[in-house]
């Protein structure tokens, strides 16, 4: 439990730009909700909005004074998921006192927000993700680093059986630019299970994107981003978990599914697991490919069960 030095009277300073404030009153919010007793009145707490000059750092805290310099310029690219997590991951340094941790679970996810990077190739996070945001608030007010019971390991995919219906199946089609398919009907709110097999996409030397609604899985070079396009303020922003997973041998032929049981997605690359999260509807019933400037190979399957 968090103990504060903070008898004395002393009259605390705050300044926090008007557009930072949310976010910290969550995090003092949040504190509170998961035990931690703390008030920002009993803080000095300074936040400056500065020129970071580095691509890779977007937040700084300096502990001796509890001042905060976060890069204007980023802030104002990032979603409100990533600002969140910027504001969390630097008051954890200032204000609980926490250093960095880069401990990873079994499918390359950061079990912290105290990770030194948001994206980074040591391990990946999700906070755009609700069911992650709340494991990573939880780990980071009380340091439990346990794979949320949500996260089946054991998922496997559905096989077609006579309870499956609105099938499609597209056996090796083969295309140039891209394959779309256009109002799906697999795609309601029944659960699904949508796979693609690109059968010569290491000859084309690209990426294999399989796209839904406004998200996307991609899978470039053995690393893999699961991608949601957010609408903020009349500019489209990418939220992306991103992962570098070791290990994976690739053929040419390789086949990305989506299983969604409930509000559960979990995807997979050739057979593996590789990541499990929670997503809201979708709006728009459309799959589609990236572009290929030569022919491409591929088969689809897609059914509700
Ligand atoms: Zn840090």
Redesign the pocket.
Known sequence: MFCLLCACNKEKTQVIPEELEDYVHAFFRDARKHGNNIHIEDFDLIFDFVQLNNDSVS???NASNNRIEIDAALWERKSDDVKTWLIY??L??CILGRE?YNGVFYNGECQSM?C?DFISDNCSTNFFSDAWKAYYVQELFCEERILPDWYDTDATLEIITPLSYNTVILDTVIFDDRLRIDSISVLDDADFQICMTFHNWQDLGTCIHLNWDSKSLVLCDNKFTIREKVLVENTYLFNNYFQSKIGMELDDETTLCILKEEEWYYFFVDMNLIHVMDFETWVDKRVYTNSFDENMELSFKAFNF
């Open positions: 937040g700084r805290c991951h630097e954890g340094h960095h105290m030194s």
